[in-house]
């Protein structure tokens, strides 16, 4: 059972920036691939962002493509959502979630195995 901690998040002006982390439990993460999804008010859950296990692939949801960058530290067990050029339509719950099948960086929730809690991000305008 491989558990995740998202921290990072917070209150931020239109065109700030935050970073996102993404701590899992188990030394095994390093072969699991990672997602950034958020959940806004009202709205379904999307896919923010994803890398594999090896940080060789990336994938982004095109509103967010130029302004944010994932990344992963597998010798601390950590991925990054660096976020920059902050949007008020950025503000949501941000959820890491991890994928036994570390070789691709996909952009369905369902093909995640385990999420974390969520993080708070508010962007204001």
């Known amino acids: 059972q491989v558990q995740l901690v998202e921290s990072g998040g917070g209150l931020v002006q239109a065109g700030g920036s935050l970073r996102l982390s993404c701590a899992a439990s188990e030394r095994t993460f390093r072969g699991y691939a990672i997602g950034w999804f958020r959940q806004a008010p009202g709205k379904e859950r999307e896919f923010v962002a994803a890398i594999n296990w090896s940080g060789s692939s990336t994938a982004y949801v095109d509103s967010v493509k130029g302004r944010f960058t994932i990344s992963r530290d597998n010798a601390k067990n950590t991925v990054y959502l660096q976020m920059n050029s902050l949007k008020p339509e950025d503000t949501a719950v941000y959820y890491c979630?991890?994928?036994?099948?570390?070789?691709?960086?996909?952009?369905?929730?369902?093909?995640?195995?385990?999420w974390g809690q969520g993080t708070q991000v508010t962007v204001s305008s």
């Open positions: 979630a991890a994928s036994q099948r570390g070789g691709g960086a996909a952009d369905t929730s369902s093909w995640y195995n385990y």
